[in-house]
């Protein structure tokens, strides 16, 4: 009715990349390293250590859906608001969470917001992401000492550097592929592997609207090829890019590079459909991984390091539910640190209506940025960055026009403002970089367990007045953006309850690194403190989260992680 189609560029033959798994009957009694996870972390970290000569065990507790399954349905995909469950989500009896809100608990389910989903399949959320490809900034590892430490905030600078990333985001770049052009005025100059994808037909509009605003834009940096890259094809610009698998693989993944260079070696094993339940430590040592799956499958896996990257909410559950004697909170919790800080991005925005259909449906959509705001505004901690949004499909068309007012919900009037508006909307979106909180948190709730009797996450905590402010000044961007292009109709992104804590797809900081075991829980090189066979090497890590989209930096410090895990063995 709206005149959307998933092939507004061109049509394709769909591929799969074919994964060796291995069923638990033919799994080995001891590997040299286990690593929990296998999306951007844990499918980084895999790749160095099984091409190191080691024996890796990856456990996943997804499956791995095809990726028809995980390419077409609007509705059942990780970024539907429907409220109906995926192909990435758990079993969402198997594995309940609770949620505090406003100082009200309640008990959601993988597809509510409140569970803070990420998907469970190979690959992780790289399967299903929208795969912008930014660098952290200098700025971003020292916003204590840029900024201050507000009150009621725990803001930190990383133990870390920017110089001592760099080396590794290069190496993501190459090694994983992006796609881009144009300078963040907040770093040097990269040379990235791929030229961009040409602009849509919005970005064009929205290149001459910055032009007349004096803002800088540049072309978005994507982990999706813009030419045939590594035995992969290039983008086939259909309209169905975040949410969903890419139907020619085109789509940076670790399903489609790490792994399957991993698992090339023969030192990779590569286990799905169960989950590591707790590590096993022996006089005072982790030697080995507990791991379950259906009907009640157990065994233990001997090993000589674990390497955990299950994600910002799964990977404190770990720890927590690894208690023993020496550890009684929890393994590495003898401060009170795993857990806290959990952050993710509260996104900032605005709609806009045109009076003419701007709309091309020609993807992945996401073509033009700016970074002009990421940090030096007046009077705000830190800032972000604003870029047009990906193709939206028409149910999320419809919730974008619905949530900011700007057509009727439902009845004959609704169908026509659908039908009217729904090539005539550009939306401009972005992270910003949120200030943390000790009381925003993972813990593991006392009384409700999974169906395998382990205790569940149970998410609390509050966004602190700092980001509310940075959201408004953004959202007031990119409406004078939108304007600046000829919308004629705008309305800024609501904030709704500060009284919970953020987290979602960008889930981090709940495992943070630092210098001092008192107020962190690894080593600057993620290894967990008083273990020194035990790594992190996802976004739990992270001090701060950026005012960009984190992948990225999750692959470099995976990278980073891993090598040191080599050469100090």
Same mark, same amino acid.
């Given at each position: 009715?709206? &005149? ?7 049509? /394709?033959e ?7 798994l ?11 390293v ?31 859906p095809? $990726? ?14 429907? &409220? ?13 969470r ?12 993988p597809? !509510? ?16 992401y ?6 952290f ?10 900024y201050?430490?507000?009150?009621? *905030? ?8 920017? !110089? ?14 992006v796609?881009?052009g144009?300078?963040d005025? /907040? ?66 993944? $670790?399903h489609?590079? #790490? ?12 286990? $799905? ?32 390091e ?6 910002? *909410? ?67 901690v ?27 919900? #439902? ?74 292009a ?6 800024? *992104?609501t904030?709704? $309850? ?36 035990? /790594? ?16 990225l930096?999750?692959l470099?410090?995976s990278?980073?992680?891993? !090598?040191?895990?080599?050469?100090s063995?």
């Amino acid at each position: 009715m709206v &005149g959307w189609r998933p092939d507004a560029a061109s049509s /394709w033959e769909p591929v799969a990349t074919a994964l060796t798994l291995t069923p638990r009957s033919a799994l080995a009694g001891r590997y040299d390293v286990v690593v929990i996870g296998s999306g951007a972390g844990g499918g980084a970290a895999a790749q160095v250590l099984a091409e190191s000569g080691r024996t890796v065990l990856v456990i996943e507790a997804g499956s791995y859906p095809t $990726t028809e399954s995980l390419a077409r349905d609007h509705l059942r995909n990780p970024r539907s608001v429907a &409220g109906l469950p995926a192909p990435t989500d758990p079993d969402p009896q198997g594995r309940p969470r609770v949620a505090v809100v406003d100082g009200v608990t309640s008990y959601p389910l993988p597809p !509510d917001g409140d569970w803070g989903n990420n998907a469970f399949t190979v690959g992780g959320g790289t399967r299903v992401y929208g795969a912008q490809a930014w660098r952290f900034v200098p700025n971003d590892f020292r916003m204590a000492s840029t900024y201050g430490v507000p009150e009621g *905030s725990a803001l930190a600078d990383w133990p870390i550097s920017y !110089d001592d990333l760099a080396p590794y985001y290069a190496l993501a770049e190459q090694r994983f592929g992006v796609s881009g052009g144009g300078t963040d005025p /907040w770093h040097a100059p990269r040379e990235l592997p791929m030229p961009p994808l040409p602009r849509t037909g919005p970005a064009h509009r929205l290149a001459a609207a910055a032009d007349k605003l004096g803002w800088g834009t540049l072309d978005v940096p994507l982990l999706i090829n813009s030419v045939d890259y590594q035995g992969r094809a290039a983008c086939v610009r259909c309209g169905q890019c975040v949410g969903f698998a890419c139907p020619v693989e085109a789509k940076s993944g $670790t399903h489609n590079t #790490a792994l399957p260079a991993a698992l090339a070696t023969g030192n990779c094993t590569l286990l $799905t459909e169960t989950t590591a339940e707790r590590l096993v430590v022996r006089n005072g040592r982790v030697v080995g991984v507990a791991l379950v799956g259906d009907q009640l499958w157990r065994r233990t896996i001997e090993c000589g390091e674990v390497v955990v990257a299950a994600g910002a *909410s799964e990977t404190p559950r770990l720890l927590l539910n690894s208690a023993h004697d020496a550890e009684p909170n929890g393994l590495g919790n003898n401060q009170d640190q795993v857990g806290r800080h959990l952050q993710a991005h509260v996104y900032a925005g605005a709609v806009g209506l045109f009076d003419d259909e701007l709309a091309d449906l020609i993807g992945p959509g996401v073509s033009i940025a700016t970074c002009d705001f990421r940090h030096g505004n007046d009077g705000i901690v830190g800032g972000g960055m604003l870029a047009n949004e990906f193709v939206p499909t028409p149910a999320a068309t419809y919730d974008y026009l619905t949530g900011a007012g700007l057509i009727p919900r #439902a009845g004959l009037a609704g169908k026509q403002a659908m039908r009217r508006e729904a090539r005539r909307m550009l939306r401009v979106v972005g992270p910003i970089q949120e200030v943390t909180s000790r009381n925003s948190r993972i813990r593991i709730d006392p009384t409700l367990k999974d169906r395998f009797g382990n205790p569940v996450v149970k998410i609390s905590g509050e966004i602190h007045p700092e980001d509310v402010r940075a959201h408004a000044f953004m959202s007031v961007k990119a409406n004078q953006w939108l304007q600046a292009a000829g919308a004629t109709r705008t309305a800024t *992104s609501t904030l709704g $309850t500060t009284g919970r804590a953020s987290t979602g797809q960008h889930q981090a900081g709940t495992c943070r690194m630092g210098d001092d075991p008192a107020r962190s829980v690894t080593d600057p090189y993620g290894r967990v403190w008083g273990h020194d066979n035990v /790594w992190i090497a996802d976004a739990s890590v992270h001090v701060t989260n950026g005012g960009v989209n984190p992948v990225l930096t999750v692959l470099a410090g995976s990278l980073r992680i891993s !090598d040191h895990l080599v050469r100090s063995a």
